[in-house]
C-alpha cells in the first residue's frame, strides 16, 4: 500500500486508464469535425452540450426541493407565495433555461418551444419524485420495509434518517418509465427506432 491506501496494483490500473481516456480525448479533439455531428443521436438540431446538460443540472439541482415545496403549499406548511418560486424554478430548468439559451444561440425562438414547455415539466416533475423517495424509518424492532416521500417528514429537508435502497426500488421504476416513454414516444433517435 501506498499513503493514499491504495494497493501498487489499482495505482497502475488508474494510470492505465486515465491514460486510455486521455488518447480517446485527444482523438476525438483532432476528429471532431467528422465525429462530433455522428454524435448526435436525435434529429433535434437545437439539442446540444449546453442544452442537454444545462437542463440535466438545473433538475438535478432544483426538482427535488421544488417538488416538496409544491407539496408544502398545498398541504399548507408554506406560504402561497413559495409557489411562484417552485414554478419558477421549474419552468425554468425545465422549459425557459432552453428556450433563452437557443435564442441567445441562434438569434431566432425555437420552433420546439411548445413541444419542451409541455413534456419536460412531467420528466422534471418526476426526477424530483424519484429524488424525494425514502425507505420509511424502522420502528424499534419492526421493519416496515415501505417508503415514503422525504417532503412528508416535519424536518425535511434534512437528510433521511434510513437511507436503505431496497424499499424504493420497485416504486421508483414508475418515475423513470415517465422520462422513458416521453424521449422514446417525442424524440426521433437517429438510427435506433
Same mark, same amino acid.
Given at each position: 500500500?501506498?499513503?493514499?491506501? +491504495?494497493?501498487?496494483?489499482? =495505482?497502475?490500473?488508474?494510470?492505465?486508464?486515465?491514460?486510455?481516456?486521455? =488518447?480517446?480525448?485527444?482523438?476525438?479533439?483532432?476528429? /471532431?469535425?467528422?465525429?462530433?455531428?455522428?454524435?448526435?443521436?436525435?434529429?433535434?438540431?437545437?439539442?446540444?452540450?449546453?442544452?442537454?446538460?444545462?437542463?440535466? +443540472?438545473?433538475?438535478?439541482?432544483?426538482?427535488?426541493?421544488?417538488?416538496?415545496?409544491?407539496?408544502?403549499?398545498?398541504?399548507?406548511?408554506?406560504?402561497? /407565495?413559495?409557489?411562484?418560486?417552485?414554478?419558477?424554478?421549474?419552468? *425554468?430548468?425545465?422549459?425557459?433555461?432552453?428556450?433563452?439559451?437557443?435564442?441567445?444561440?441562434?438569434?431566432?425562438?425555437?420552433?420546439?418551444?411548445?413541444?419542451?414547455?409541455?413534456?419536460?415539466? *412531467?420528466?422534471?416533475?418526476?426526477?424530483?419524485?424519484?429524488?424525494?423517495?425514502?425507505?420509511?424509518?424502522?420502528?424499534? #424492532?419492526?421493519?416496515?420495509?415501505? #417508503?415514503?416521500?422525504?417532503?412528508?417528514?416535519?424536518?425535511?429537508?434534512?437528510?433521511?434518517?434510513?437511507?436503505? *435502497?431496497?424499499?424504493?426500488?420497485?416504486?421508483?421504476?414508475?418515475?423513470?418509465?415517465?422520462?422513458? *416513454?416521453?424521449?422514446?414516444?417525442? =424524440?426521433?433517435?437517429?438510427?435506433?427506432?
Amino acid at each position: 500500500m501506498n499513503a493514499a491506501g +491504495i494497493s501498487p496494483f489499482f =495505482v497502475k490500473y488508474i494510470a492505465i486508464w486515465t491514460s486510455f481516456c486521455l =488518447v480517446a480525448l485527444l482523438i476525438l479533439a483532432w476528429d /471532431r469535425k467528422r465525429l462530433l455531428p455522428e454524435w448526435r443521436l436525435t434529429d433535434d438540431e437545437t439539442w446540444d452540450w449546453v442544452t442537454g446538460s444545462g437542463m440535466a +443540472i438545473l433538475t438535478f439541482l432544483t426538482a427535488p426541493w421544488v417538488v416538496g415545496l409544491i407539496y408544502l403549499v398545498f398541504v399548507g406548511r408554506r406560504p402561497a /407565495r413559495y409557489l411562484v418560486v417552485a414554478l419558477a424554478l421549474l419552468l *425554468f430548468s425545465s422549459s425557459w433555461f432552453y428556450d433563452g439559451y437557443l435564442l441567445w444561440r441562434d438569434g431566432a425562438y425555437t420552433g420546439r418551444w411548445l413541444g419542451n414547455l409541455v413534456l419536460s415539466p *412531467f420528466i422534471y416533475m418526476a426526477a424530483g419524485l424519484l429524488w424525494n423517495l425514502e425507505a420509511k424509518p424502522r420502528v424499534g #424492532f419492526h421493519d416496515d420495509s415501505g #417508503f415514503q416521500l422525504s417532503f412528508v417528514r416535519e424536518d425535511w429537508p434534512s437528510p433521511p434518517v434510513d437511507t436503505r *435502497f431496497g424499499p424504493i426500488l420497485f416504486v421508483s421504476i414508475p418515475l423513470i418509465l415517465i422520462a422513458a *416513454f416521453v424521449l422514446v414516444a417525442f =424524440v426521433n433517435w437517429q438510427g435506433l427506432l
